[in-house]
């Protein structure tokens, strides 16, 4: 996957934006989403938001109101031994407003750097 996410305490209007696209899948385009919620434990993230926009080869695979769920591990500096990680999901509206942080996300950062903090 290709793209940077920082996830920390939101600012105000956070928002979602995957504008880089989808690497090895060939998908351009964007997807963006206004933040419901987040949830950090540790070096792992999950963000959900209410898609607003939707461009490109996304269309078609999440729709506006769909929520956008991005589950992130932080591994280090992207010179490091182990890839950040990211998954990206599409859920049901009405869905974006409980978030829970897990070590489950599994495609590699091809490009850019996932940074988590408290």
Known sequence: MKGGREAALPPRDPEINNADGCGDFGLRGHVKANVTCLDVAIN?????????EVTGGFIGLVSVGDVLESDVIDNGPP????????????????????????????????????????
């Not at 792992?44 to 607003?52: E, M």
């Not at 990206?88 to 829970?100: K, N, R, Y």
């Open 79 to 118: 010179s490091g031994p182990n890839p950040d990680r990211i998954d990206v999901f599409a859920d049901a509206p009405g869905t974006g407003l409980t978030c829970l942080a897990n070590f489950t996300a599994f495609f590699p950062v091809e490009n850019g750097n996932i940074t988590v903090h408290n």
């Open 44 to 52: 792992a993230a999950q963000i959900k938001g209410t898609v607003t």
